[in-house]
């Protein structure tokens, strides 16, 4: 069945709000990158092989693996008259090459003893290539630098709350403004995986302003699409032209994209966990059950006070969430790195573009086939034909 486009009618393109959201998940960002690919491809066949994601959305927001997408997108870089730093068809090829680096893999009979080991005495990997990864492609960018708004959530472990790092709060809180390879190390940070991030942020005469101690922000926000809009609303409610309207959320068309789950293999039960202690929920046939769960419930309760709230105001077609619920096995992992795990993720964002259109159910929590939609690539394409047209119209629109 074909997709049911879009309906344009009443639409004031120039004042709506465009959220790309990207969860968190390790590896499994090729399947957010293989997705990002097509889109920008569908956006390139409307207006030309020159545009990229980053022209299209008002702001971009990326938890740990989608932090660094983010930071792939929104980065300019000099050596491309300060284009983005990377296309879409770039974040698959990018992370082949440097993920069995970031993440080596111990082999032989005893290598998954020394990564269980490892896990429950200290990070399972250094962090070293990929800090060193991140550093030399942000370079000296600073969070006000970026080429369209984004958001990236981290978590402080000495304060014990968020610490989003937004294009919006910058703009009031200068402590903010600190390197995108530092953002990019710590929303990565993802306990028992990677080392914690410190660092500081100086003012002008060399004092610290203000300490950071960073983790992943998969504790706060897997899914950050709530983020994002929280901050984009908390903007237009310091604008006199909007704080009189009150919110909007109709005006929001978001795209959001996970990176799978496998919770149709059903891994764990009650009678299960009921005997586990804090090694094994920390550590269980070579996954960490405890961060599993909660990664989970943060991108699955996001998706669904999204569903809830654009039900509300009948305005379901402006909100695509993707996500696949059927991984099983290594696919579902976060850092398994091998050649045959990546190739198997690549086909996974392939598979998922031809799978129906789903949403959550809001009476049962689960995915299913949306009546009158077609393929996730035809509302892919439906989507970018309304990017394309906001777009236009916002350049259209006489500066005030």
Known sequence: MASTPISHQDIKPVNRITVLSIDGGGVRGIIPGVILANLESQLQAIDGEHVRIADYFDVIAGTSTGGLITAML??????????????????????R?????????????????????????????????????IKEMTKDTFLRKTLTNVVIPTFDVEELQPTIFSSYQVKV???????????CIATSAAPTY????????????????RKY????????????????????????????????KG???????????????????????????????????LCNAGATPIIDCFSEAS???????????????QSNDNYLRIQDDTLEGDVASVDISTKKNLDNLVKVGDNLLNKKFTRVNLETGVLDEVPGKGTIREEIKSFAEL??????????????
């Not at 809180?173 to 953002?183: C, E, G, K, Q």
């Not at 699409?225 to 984009?232: C, L, Y």
Request: glycine letters at 6%; hydrophobic letters at 35%; a positive charge.
């Open 74 to 95: 929104a980065t300019p870089d000099p050596k491309k008259n300060n284009r983005p730093l990377m296309a879409a068809t770039e974040i698959v090829p990018f992370y």
């Open 97 to 133: 090459k440097n993920l069995p680096l970031i993440f080596p893999q111990k082999c032989g009979k005893f290598g998954k003893l020394i990564n269980t080991t490892k896990s429950l005495i200290g990070p399972k990997y250094n962090g070293k290539h990929l800090h060193k990864l």
């Open 173 to 183: 809180d200068s402590s903010l403004n600190v390197p995108l390879a530092d953002i």
């Open 194 to 209: 990677l080392p914690a991030h410190y660092f500081e942020k100086l003012n002008k005469s060399g004092t610290v302003m």
């Open 213 to 244: 101690n960073l983790i992943d922000g998969g504790m706060c926000a897997n899914n950050p699409t709530m983020v994002a809009i929280r901050e984009v609303t908390k903007d237009m409610m310091i604008r006199p032209e909007d704080s009189e």
């Open 247 to 281: 919110i909007e959320y109709d005006r929001f068309i978001v795209i959001s994209i996970g990176t799978g789950s496998n919770k149709n293999e059903k891994k764990y039960n009650a009678k299960m966990v009921a005997k586990w202690g804090a090694l094994t929920w």
């Open 299 to 313: 991108s699955d309760m996001v998706d669904y006070h999204n569903s809830v709230i654009f039900t509300a105001f």
């Open 387 to 400: 990017l394309s047209q906001i777009r236009k119209e916002k350049i259209a629109k006489p500066k005030s």
